[in-house]
């Protein structure tokens, strides 16, 4: 290869060391256009719940219920056993465990931001996080009791009778099963991670996301990804089979478990799921529904073959895995709260949880 002449390498020198910082911006304002285009930031406000305003009385009282192991038959599991708010909302297990040492069926997902899913669940068969909350409180795996058993357990405390005279002040008999789970409703609408280095990227700061993480969202936009994971929680917003194009081995995607199928009966919606929210993704480990992948790298590995039929290279994995990791925002900070007393009226619990 010949030498360039003087003047025309000092014409490429002046090119890399003036024109590159203005092309690569030009790059940046680019990808920020399309994913504009594509995903919002999480807010930093309260979202409003259609039917279910926030009042700060109704979140106090939901706050205690999330908190409170005693709207389980064994007093001993809590809606914040298995989404535990110190761990990005998760329990950290493949399963969860449940009332009596057994295994729930599907790894429980996390409950931050969950107010910006289109429904609850992996099958989406919660309408909102209010029909959400009912369901595990009356699981047999989960936390076996019965609405009317907690309402005669919530009954016999002075301090919650005052919560839902408070919370429901409208209302001539707010002690109902429906409010108990309107209230945690509203108190699960304050689970918001904001500030993420994505958010301030969708903002318009365009040094908030790095090299790697810049070419991981060019990646996930331009490769499909975006196709299940768009929104503000960059998931959760529709239904998608699992396997579009291989089918994961049988320990990831379990014959047995035909997802949204059970739901609609539909032939259609065997092996199809709500698509998880990515938002805090590295700190919610395992993943899929059946919580038999630890690693973020091999996740994103699996979706490429299954979803898309792309064999990531081992560079395409790391700078999709960076951008994930600016999805992670500030956590909530939630204090544990001091629980209304028992009184003599109060039942007992009925049968331990985990077995004599």
């Not at 999480?42 to 926030?54: A, C, K, L, S």
């Not at 090299?211 to 960059?234: I, K, T, Y």
């Not at 480990?285 to 064999?311: C, N, T």
């Amino acid at each position: 290869m010949k030498a360039l002449k003087p003047h025309l390498a000092l014409a490429v020198l002046t090119f890399a060391l003036f024109a590159s910082p203005a092309l690569a911006q030009a790059d940046a304002e680019a990808l920020l256009t399309r994913a504009q285009a594509m995903f919002e930031p999480i807010p930093t406000e309260i979202p409003e719940i259609e039917g279910n305003p926030y009042t700060p009385e109704k979140d106090h009282l939901g706050h205690m219920l999330f908190l409170d192991p005693r709207l389980s038959s064994s007093w001993a599991l809590s809606c914040n056993s298995c989404h535990n708010l110190g761990m990005a909302g998760v329990d950290l297990q493949p399963t969860s465990l449940g009332h009596g040492w057994q295994r729930g069926g599907r790894n429980s997902p996390t409950m931050l931001n969950a107010i910006f899913n289109v429904a609850q669940f992996w099958d989406g068969r919660a309408e909102d996080l209010a029909e959400q909350a009912m369901g595990p409180i009356q699981d047999a795996l989960e936390m076996n009791n019965t609405p009317e058993q907690v309402m005669v357990t919530l009954k016999s405390m002075p301090g919650y009778v005052e919560a839902f005279d408070a919370a429901f002040p409208d209302q001539e008999d707010p002690m109902t099963f429906e409010n108990v789970a309107n209230a945690i409703e509203v108190f699960e609408s304050t689970l918001l991670t904001p500030n993420a280095p994505f958010d301030d990227f969708l903002r318009g700061d365009l040094e908030a996301l790095n090299e790697d993480e810049l070419a991981g969202l060019d990646l996930f936009m331009g490769r499909g990804c975006a196709g299940c994971h768009m929104g503000v929680n960059l998931g959760g917003t529709g239904y998608f089979g699992f396997g579009v194009v291989e089918r994961p081995d049988s320990f990831i995607l379990p014959e047995d478990d035909v997802g949204r199928y059970t739901v609609t009966n539909v032939e259609a919606d065997k092996y199809v799921f709500k698509s998880p929210t990515l938002r805090n993704i590295e700190l919610t480990p395992p993943y899929f529904h059946s919580g038999q992948v630890w690693s973020l790298r091999d996740a994103v590995k699996i979706m490429g073959q299954a979803q898309l039929g792309a064999e990531f290279s081992e560079q395409e994995i790391d700078q999709l895995v960076a951008f994930l990791g600016s999805l992670t925002g500030e956590q909530p900070v939630v204090e544990y709260p001091v629980l209304p007393e028992i009184t003599s009226e109060t039942p007992l619990p009925v049968e331990p949880a985990f077995g004599n």
